[in-house]
Structures are given as C-alpha cells and as structure tokens.
C-alpha cells in the first residue's frame, strides 16, 4: 500500500502506483473515516469494501474526493475546588454508554482540556488522577478509590456529543486528597532518625502507604482518601518500633502488633493532620559466634533463636560467614537463645544446654542461662561451641615429634568391611567424618612418609588399608550413635618408615636410602 498527507487547502496526492485496481481510505483525526466512495468507517473498515479505482501506466486518476464529517468533542476545566487555581497537565477519561474507553484528553497550562474524535452519541467524563486530587465522575460524582478504575463512570451524568461540535462546559473542581505528617526522634537524645520507615495501615488492617523520614526525623503522608488511618514504625536503625501513639510494636508490622489497636489519625480532604509524632527508644543488643567444637571454624547460615522469658519466641536470625549473628532493636528484658542447624549439628541452648532439634521441643528455652538486655548496650560473648549429629573425628600426628600430618586419608569401614566413608586431615591433622548410627573401623592412608595404621594402634607395614593391604576389621571398632554427640578422640600417631643402610650400621643415616624398601618395625 501507498500513502500520502493533504496539503493546506486539503488536496493530496499519491504517485508510484502500479497500474491496476487500487482501492483508497482515509486516517484522519477528529474526523469520521471513510472508504472512498463514500462509505463511512462505523467504526472501522476495509479498503477493499470501497469502490474499486482503475489506475493506468503514466495516468493520473483525479476525483478521489472524501468528504468527512467531524467527529464530536468534550471540553472543559479542570480546577482545585478550595483554592480554584487551574489543575494543568491532568487526564480524562471518556467512556461510552456500554462503559467501554472511547478517548481521553488532557488538561493544558490553563487547565483546559478538549477532547475529540468522538462518534455522536452519549459518553461519561471520569479523571484519572494517580494522586493529589480525589478522582471525579461527571458531574460531581466522587470515586471510592485511588484510581480512576475505581470509579462507577455510568453512575455519573451522561454527557451527549453530536458530530461536527463540541460539547462544552463538562467542567471539574477537585477536592485535594488529604494527609499527616510527623516528627521521629531518639527518645534519650532528642535527636532526629533519618532513613527510618513509617507504614500506614486503613482501618481495615490493609497498608495503605509507606514513607521514610528525612535528615530532619520528619515525614509526610499525602494523598489519603478522607477516613481513619494508624501508623506504625519499622525501624532498621536498632529502635524500638512503636504503634501510634506510644504503643510497643515489635517489628513493627502485623508479626508485633495489631495496627488498628493504635490511636486513629483522622484524615480529611485538603488538610493535613501534623503532630503525629513519635520518640522511640534505643534497643539492646544481643550478638554471639557459632563454631564447629572440634576445628573451631565459623558455622555460617545456621539459625539463632531468641526467646522471651514467658517462652515466647522473639526473634530468628542466621548467622553470616564470620558465624556471627545479631539480634537488635530488644526491649530491656531477659530473653534465652537457642541454635537450630537443621540436623547438622547437636543443637543447644545458651549456655553450653543441650537441645536437639531446636527449641521447641529439644528443649524448654526458659531453661536456659539468662541474657540480660539492656536499652542503648550490647550483650556479648553469646557464643556456641557446636559438636557434628553423629560421626567421628581426631587428629593425626608424628609420632615423637607430635608434629601435626595434614593431607592424611582416612578410610572407614562399616562392620561387614563396607568401605563407606573418607576423609582428610587439614592443616592442624584435624580430620571429622559424617556418619549415621552403627559400628565401624578406621584407618588412614599416607604419602607422607609414615607407616599407615588401623585404629587403634595397629601398624599396617606392607602399606594402607584401603589398597588391602592390611585388614581394617582387625582393629578396634568405633560405635558412633546418630543422636549423639561426635565421637572424638580417633587419633593416630604415626611413626616415620626408616629404611636400613646398606652394610653395617654405624649410626650415621646421611648416605641411608629406601633402595631396600625394607621397614623398621623396631618401635
């Protein structure tokens, strides 16, 4: 298809067409589309519905005249009823009798607007404010809701728009939404917090916004319909949230209070409700350290419970790659902390209880050693020294020397000579094996050097067991109980391979070699 524009005195134009059947339309706005010759677009069209036009090589076809009828249009102003000042850059909404959206237009500078490109017939006027002003229906009618959607639009006064005019004086005078505002401060400073959250909440329970105070401690609140609304605090500045008016809140949501318990802030259109004020408190501070009992590394992504002195579960946090965790914003009180690893590890209530599982029913928490909180301190040193859920662990040594053997093996067998489990020795000769309940046997296996064993104290000289060169069942066993704590204390010391010299021995080893491979058994 080909296109072209009128010109100033409407006369158009359009070139390179193929010789042919053409058929032409128009797309003009504000005017009634047609099909040429004279079909009109109700609401829309096909070309091919039109009167075909014959298009000859190097022929210009004259006389494919359109003459349209201008569509209808809404106008009007749109002002603050209070102050009756111009509301400039709003949107309208127009909908047609059925309800469907049949345009829109916007306000200018001056608070005008017109609308067009409307068919004759009846059509409902609705603004579409996303705040600052309480949307409208035509004439007078106030919307519900926030939005324009909220609206009953054919609730409202139907306004009639005829082809070619405009229907004027659909005019507006829009009430201001209203508000509250308010002062947040440190209760023993007096000082301002900033960057702390404030949310709203209908009398319904629902939240309806959520602002944040600025350097000054203070915040604002707009675009509230008239009606009650509460407010709560939901600190991260370690303050105790509060419920308006001077209601504990912990948390400052649902999870620590009911908002609609608090005073109502009473809220009408065009005003603002100031004084809604808070003064909150420093909260204690309780911190600890979650560590692995045997090789004293830093237990990360476990959880740390914190409990009321009635029983009641205050707070859960996890701990982060140092294996610390933090609760903060406390009320001054007595609380109990108990870990939860999930299984992983034998859970325990502070300090050093045992509580499997986790609180509850590992444990009664109240049972527990008592951390003291107070308002504006830190509590310390709430640390755990966590034991793996069933396995064993030990370490690895030169025997002698005590010198700690990294990078050692160690092999497990179950009681019917399954091997089931392996595992190494680290820096410090520490190692740890994982294992569920049941009776097994242990051995290591080096390239360090020394002469491997089966626990405990059987030396394997023809080289490790798990090459089979040694039988590990004729060790001793070890009975490791899931719900238990880790057995420990699986240690080996081994003693260095020492081969002899070739000829006599005269005491000096320096020339000595391993070319006999032959061990000396005499320790």
Same mark, same amino acid.
């Given at each position: 298809s080909e296109s072209g524009h009128?010109?100033?005195?409407?006369?158009?134009?359009?070139?390179?067409?193929?010789?042919?059947?053409?058929?032409?339309?128009?797309?003009?706005?504000?005017?009634? &589309?047609e099909v040429f010759d004279?079909?009109?677009?109700?609401?829309?069209?096909?070309?091919?519905? $039109?009167?075909?036009?014959?298009?000859?090589?190097? #022929?210009?076809?004259? $006389?494919i005249d359109f003459d349209l009828d201008q569509l209808g249009s809404i106008e009007g102003t749109l002002v603050d009823a209070a102050? #009756?000042?111009?509301?400039?850059?709003a949107s309208l909404e127009f909908y047609d009798a059925t309800g469907e959206r049949a345009g829109s237009a916007e306000t200018d500078s001056s608070g005008r607007y017109i609308g067009g490109g409307l068919e004759a017939g009846t059509y409902f006027v609705v603004t579409d404010f996303w705040g600052g002003y309480r949307n409208e229906v035509y004439d007078d009618l106030p919307c519900p809701g926030r939005y324009s959607w909220d609206c009953d639009v054919l609730a409202g006064q139907p306004v009639q728009v005829a082809l070619h005019s405009t229907t004027q004086g659909i005019d507006f005078a829009l009430d201001r939404l209203g508000g509250f505002a308010g002062l947040i401060l440190e209760e023993d400073t007096m000082l301002p917090i900033d960057?702390?959250?404030?949310?709203?909440?209908?009398?319904?329970?629902?939240?309806?916004?959520?602002?944040?105070?600025?350097?000054?401690?203070?915040?604002?609140?707009?675009?509230?319909?008239?009606?009650?609304?509460f407010a709560t605090t939901d600190s991260d500045t370690g303050h105790l949230d509060e419920l308006y008016d001077d209601l504990p809140c912990p948390g400052? &949501?649902?999870? $620590?209070?009911?908002?609609?318990?608090?005073?109502?802030?009473?809220?009408?259109?065009?005003?603002?409700?100031?004084?809604i004020d808070f003064e909150l408190t420093l909260g204690g501070v309780a911190t600890g350290v979650l560590m692995d009992a045997l090789t004293g590394a830093p237990l990360d992504n476990a959880t740390v419970e914190l409990w009321a002195a009635t029983g009641a579960l205050v707070d859960r946090e996890w701990t982060g790659d140092a294996g610390r965790y933090w609760f903060s914003a406390l009320p001054e009180g007595t609380y109990f902390v108990t870990t939860d690893t999930w299984g992983s590890y034998l859970d325990e209530l502070y300090d050093d209880f045992p509580c499997p599982g986790g609180a509850p029913p590992g444990c009664d928490p109240t049972t527990g050693s008592p951390v003291n909180v107070i308002h504006? &301190?830190?509590?310390?040193?709430?640390?755990? &020294?966590? @034991?793996?859920?069933? $396995?064993?662990?030990?370490?690895?040594?030169?025997?002698?020397?005590?010198e700690p053997l990294a990078g050692v093996a160690v092999d497990v067998w179950d009681a019917q000579g399954q091997h089931v489990a392996a595992s190494a020795s680290d820096t410090y000769g520490v190692y740890q094996v994982d294992l569920s309940s049941g009776t097994y046997y242990v051995a290591t296996d080096n390239s360090l050097g020394y002469i491997d064993e089966v626990y405990d104290g059987l030396r394997c000289p023809e080289g490790p067991?798990?090459?089979? @060169?040694?039988?590990?069942?004729?060790?001793?066993?070890?009975?490791? @109980?899931?719900?238990?704590?880790?057995?420990?204390?699986?240690?080996?010391? @081994?003693?260095?391979?020492?081969?002899?010299?070739?000829?006599?021995?005269?005491?000096?080893?320096?020339?000595?070699?391993?070319s006999t491979g032959r061990v000396d058994q005499a320790q």
């Open positions: 009128t010109d100033a005195s409407g006369r158009f134009s359009i070139g390179g067409l193929a010789p042919g059947t053409h058929f032409a339309s128009t797309d003009a706005n504000d005017y009634r &589309d004279n079909y009109p677009c109700l609401p829309d069209c096909q070309p091919i519905d $039109g009167t075909p036009i014959p298009v000859m090589a190097e #022929e210009t076809v004259t $006389g102050t #009756e000042r111009p509301i400039a850059f960057s702390l959250d404030i949310t709203v909440w209908t009398a319904s329970g629902d939240q309806q916004d959520r602002v944040r105070t600025n350097i000054l401690g203070t915040y604002v609140v707009e675009d509230l319909y008239p009606s009650e609304y400052g &949501d649902t999870n $620590g209070c009911d908002p609609t318990t608090g005073d109502p802030i009473a809220v009408t259109l065009a005003s603002f409700t100031t004084g504006g &301190d830190t509590t310390t040193g709430l640390d755990f &020294d966590l @034991l793996l859920r069933g $396995g064993l662990a030990g370490t690895i040594e030169a025997l002698g020397t005590g067991a798990i090459l089979g @060169l040694c039988d590990p069942l004729s060790g001793e066993p070890v009975v490791v @109980l899931g719900a238990e704590p880790v057995v420990i204390g699986i240690d080996f010391a @081994l003693v260095e391979r020492v081969v002899f010299s070739d000829g006599f021995e005269s005491g000096d080893t320096s020339a000595w070699t391993s």
